[in-house]
Structure formats: C-alpha cells, structure tokens
C-alpha cells in the first residue's frame, strides 16, 4: 500500500464526476421526476373531481328527469281540463244557436201563420161578402150592404 | 494460470503491482511519491466518464411522461439515493445527493472490475508490452484515500459553515465539560481522523483482500478454480454493492453529523 501522486489525480477526477453530476445530471433527472410526481398526483386528483362531478351530474339528471315527468303529468292534466271545458263550451253554443234557430224558426212561423190568417181573413171575407151578394143580391141596397159588410168584417 | 516460469510469490507479486508512470522522468516506472498509478487513473476516469456520459444522455432525454428503460433505471437508482439521502440528513444542500450519487455509482462500477477474470487485462496488455496491470481502480489506496479525504474536507467545511464559532465550544466541551478541555479536543481530533481513514481503508480492504483471494484462485490447477471462483465472485456482487452502499451511506451520515450539533 503506496500512496503517491495518483491521490491528486483521483481528487481532480473524483471532484470533476461530483461537479458534473450536481450541475447536469441530478437536477434535470429529478425534476422529471417531481414534474411526473406532480402529474399522477393531478391526474389522480382531476379523476378523483371528474368522479365526483359525473355523481352529481347524475344526480341533476335526475332531478331534471322528474321535474320533466312533473311537467308532463300537469301538462296532460290542464290539456285534459282544457278540452273537457271546451267540449262545455262548444256545447253551451250549439245550445244557444239551436235556441236562436229555433226562436228564429218559431217567429218566422209566427208572421206567416198571421199572415195567412190576414190573407184567410181577406179572402174570406170576399168570399163572404160574395157569398152574401149573391143571396141578397136583390135584396139590399148598396148602402145596408156597405154597412153589413164593414159589420161583418169587424166581428170576424 | 500464471506462466510456468512463474513461481507462485512471483505471481502474487506480479499482481500487486500497478503500471506506474514517474511524473519526475515521465518513463514507465516509479519516481517514489511523484509516481502515477496508470492503471487506477485510467480505468476510474473511463468507468467515470462512462456513468456519468449515460447519465447524462438522460438527463438530455429525461421526460416526466413516460419514461424509457434507461431512465427509469437511472431513475430507480437516483431514486434510492435521494431516499437514502433525505432519511439521514435533513438539511438542505445541493451538493450532497449528486456526491452520494458520484460515489454509490462510480465505486460500485470500480468494484465491478473486480469480477473481470483477474487475468484478462493484463495479459492482454502484457501482450503489447505493459509489464503490469491492476484493472480494479477501489484496490488502490490512492483511489479510496482521494474520495474520503474529499469527504473529510466536505466535513470540514460544514462543521465551519453550519457551526461557526459554537464548533469551537462543541470541540472544547465535548463529551466532557470545560475541565477537561484537551481531552474533549484530543478525543474530538481522533473521532474526526478516524472518520476518512476508516472510509477509506473499509473499501480498499475489501476490495483488495477479494481481489488477493481471486489472485490465489487462480493459483488452484485449472480443472478446481471453477467452483471456489464462482463461489467467491457470486458473493463478491454482494461485496461491490455492499462496499459501493456503505460509502455512500457513511459519507452522507458525517456530512449530515457536520451539519447537526451534536
């Protein structure tokens, strides 16, 4: 066991590997490393929220699901009240008009009924009075048959 | 299996020896202190490079998405580091985790050499006219003594940064009161010394008490190395790693000991 000059040398070398490997080897290799750490861990982190959020993504889903259901069971229930109360109403007219048709059917009726009746009444009256022209013909004088006439028409 | 010229001290000797360069006659062969060991040089600065170039290519490529095989093995072994390094010392440095990293890397590949076949690098080289060859860099004291004398500077300098003037008081007080002041700093002076010697010599024993026995496996006839070598080269993966992981366990325990009171 000698030591000698190769003491100097191995330092030099020894000290050149250390500088080497504190200035260009460690620090790159473990910031990799950090800056990996860091990434699983905000992986595992951003997966660990999407989780979470995907839960309550369900759970809104849900909640509009049944408001959805809510809504369309009330809105079946209006348009189910709606049309019965339009039936009502188209019944409640057609009521009416048949009232009014009828109404107008029953005066239409009446105006013709006395029409007639004044018409019946006239000719009857010509007839009467022709009638009993004929019978008298001779008997009476045109003033008596006017006076007869205008008597008999009152009555009638 | 050494050559037949060879005697069996010979080739223990031969294999203790480094491939030295005189820094004084800059020739093959050794100038006393100013001598280089080629061969630790050599072989630590490429397994040096080699981590250090494959780290770095990923951390050019390095991705927080995805990451490939490459990376993510580089990854789990900066990953170990960074959790051996936040469970012991919890201060806030920058430097400490990238030297625990340099060292648990760098150490385990120099221990790593120790499993190539004891022969093959020198013969191979003896072959082009290298008369020795050690190719495990962490058997040579120099390589051991150069990482935890740089820790022992490290401890150094935080005990001053992190304690200032209460580093004196610590040393004077300690374990013993005032009174008994050069005692406390005598015990103090031994625990700190201790601290890179046993660093050192723990790695450098064991790398090259493992790498003696892989020398006197080879001495066995050829038709017996296979069982006593595989035995010990399959306990010696546990070695490397164990030695590599203990270096760095110890240096991040005294750093973090410089940086808390006691």
């Known amino acids: 066991m000698e030591i000698n000059a190769t003491l100097f040398g191995q330092l030099i070398t020894f000290w050149l590997l250390v500088w080497f490997t504190m200035k260009y080897v460690w620090p790159p290799i473990t910031k990799a490393m950090n800056e990996r750490e860091k990434k699983i861990a905000a992986g595992l982190e951003a997966s660990e929220r999407s989780k979470r959020e995907l839960e309550l993504a369900e759970h809104k889903a849900l909640d509009i699901i049944k408001e959805a259901k809510q809504n369309a069971v009330m809105i079946v229930d209006q348009a189910h009240k709606r049309s019965v109360q339009l039936v009502d109403e188209a019944k409640e007219i057609a009521r009416e008009e048949s009232k009014r048709i009828l109404e107008?059917?029953?005066e239409e009726f009446a105006r013709e009924v006395s029409q007639t009746k004044e018409e019946l009444r006239k000719r009857l009256a010509g007839l009467a009075i022709a009638g009993a022209e004929k019978v008298i013909q001779r008997n009476l004088d045109a003033n008596t048959q006017a006076t007869l006439l205008s008597e008999f028409a009152a009555e009638l | 299996m050494s050559t037949q010229a060879m005697t069996t001290a010979e080739y223990v000797q031969h294999h203790l020896n480094h491939l030295t360069l005189g820094l004084k006659t800059f020739s093959f062969g050794s100038n006393g202190f100013w001598t280089m060991n080629l061969d630790t040089v050599l072989i630590s600065l490429f397994m040096g490079l080699l981590i250090v170039a494959l780290m770095r290519l990923v951390a050019v490529r390095a991705t927080a998405g995805v990451p490939g095989k490459l990376q993510n093995f580089v990854e789990i072994v900066i990953a170990f580091v960074q959790k051996s390094v936040t469970d012991t010392f919890h201060g806030n440095s920058k430097l400490i985790a990238p030297l625990a990293l340099t060292i648990f890397a760098w150490v385990f590949m120099m221990n790593v050499m120790d499993l190539l076949p004891i022969d093959v690098l020198p013969r191979t080289l003896e072959l082009v006219g290298f008369e020795h060859f050690k190719s495990v860099p962490t058997a040579d004291p120099n390589m051991a003594f150069a990482m935890s004398l740089?820790?022992?500077?490290?401890?150094?300098?935080?005990n001053c940064r992190m304690k200032g003037w209460s580093l004196v008081k610590?040393?004077?007080?300690?374990?013993?009161?005032i009174y008994l002041l050069p005692i406390n700093v005598f015990f103090r002076l031994?625990?700190?010394f201790?601290?890179?010697?046993?660093l050192a010599l723990r790695l450098f024993g064991n790398m090259f008490a493992g790498e003696l026995i892989f020398i006197l496996i080879a001495l066995l006839p050829w038709w017996s190395q296979w069982l006593p070598g595989g035995v010990w080269s399959i306990f010696h993966i546990l070695i490397i790693t164990l030695q590599a992981f203990i270096f760095m366990i110890l240096t991040i325990v005294y750093l973090s000991m410089a940086h808390d009171s006691h």
């Open chain 2, 194 to 198: 201790v601290k890179p010697l046993s």
């Open chain 1, 104 to 106: 107008q059917a029953n």
């Open chain 2, 170 to 177: 610590e040393i004077c007080t300690q374990p013993f009161g």
């Open chain 2, 150 to 158: 740089s820790v022992f500077g490290l401890i150094i300098f935080y």
């Open chain 2, 190 to 192: 031994i625990e700190e």
